[in-house]
Every structure is written in structure tokens, then in C-alpha cells.
């Protein structure tokens, strides 16, 4: 019986991991220990060798990484994060999204420009 190889992370997600990764300043076997992966594994998904890991790992990596905003990584995996999945369980948000979706980029992106902003407010430090 033939061996199935893992179907790699999508291309996107390993392109912004690795851009991450060299701009983070920290060694792939330090961003490992930071996000609890072993280096082999952090390897092996950089070079296209294993599937997205769990949303879990991959909000390890975010953090370990200190990719921010927050939920890009699951963006390019094609999933959720939790807020995301948060934010569209409320029906008001729902329809914030749908009223978005004819938006032209330039518009969109003044709406998150705005948003952003608002956002700013309630972080803490």
C-alpha cells in the first residue's frame, strides 16, 4: 500500500510564517521553544513538509512571533481564530460583514483605517 504524504500548509501561510520568522528577529529554534513546537516540526512546516498545525500551535506561533495584528497566520491557513469566530456569532457583526463585501479596496480600506482606530481605544497596554 502506498505511503500518503501530508498535504503541505497552504503556500500563504508558510510564506507569511517564514516572513515572520525573519523579521522577528529570533532563531527558528528559539521561535520553537517560544510557541512549544519542536524545531524539526517548525522546519518541516516551513519547508512545506507538513499540513497547518492546530489553531492552537498556530496561535503560539503568532505569539512567539509577535505577529500583529493578531489572526493573520489563521488568515493565510484559511481558518478562524477564536475572535473571528467570536465576532461572527453576534448578529450585528454579521451584517457589518455582509455590508462590507461590495465595498471597492480603496473604501475597505478606509473602513479599517476607522476601525483600527476605534479598536486602539480598548486595548490595553
Given at each position: 500500500?502506498?505511503?500518503?504524504?501530508?498535504?503541505?500548509?497552504?503556500?500563504?501561510?508558510?510564506r507569511r510564517l517564514r516572513k515572520a520568522l525573519g523579521g522577528s528577529g529570533v532563531s527558528l529554534r528559539e521561535a520553537a521553544r517560544k510557541a512549544d513546537v519542536s524545531p524539526a516540526y517548525l522546519s518541516r512546516l516551513l519547508n512545506g513538509e507538513r499540513g497547518a498545525p492546530a489553531n492552537e500551535t498556530i496561535a503560539r506561533l503568532e505569539e512567539a512571533l509577535d505577529i500583529r495584528p493578531r489572526g493573520q497566520l489563521f488568515d493565510a491557513a484559511g481558518r478562524q481564530d477564536h475572535l473571528a469566530d467570536k465576532v461572527l456569532k453576534r448578529d450585528p457583526d454579521r451584517v457589518l460583514m455582509r455590508s462590507l463585501a461590495p465595498?471597492?479596496?480603496?473604501?475597505?480600506?478606509?473602513?479599517?483605517?476607522?476601525?483600527?482606530r476605534l479598536a486602539r481605544k480598548y486595548q490595553t497596554p
Open positions: 500500500m502506498p505511503i500518503q504524504e501530508p498535504t503541505p500548509a497552504p503556500d500563504r501561510f508558510v465595498l471597492s479596496p480603496e473604501d475597505f480600506a478606509k473602513v479599517v483605517q476607522v476601525a483600527e
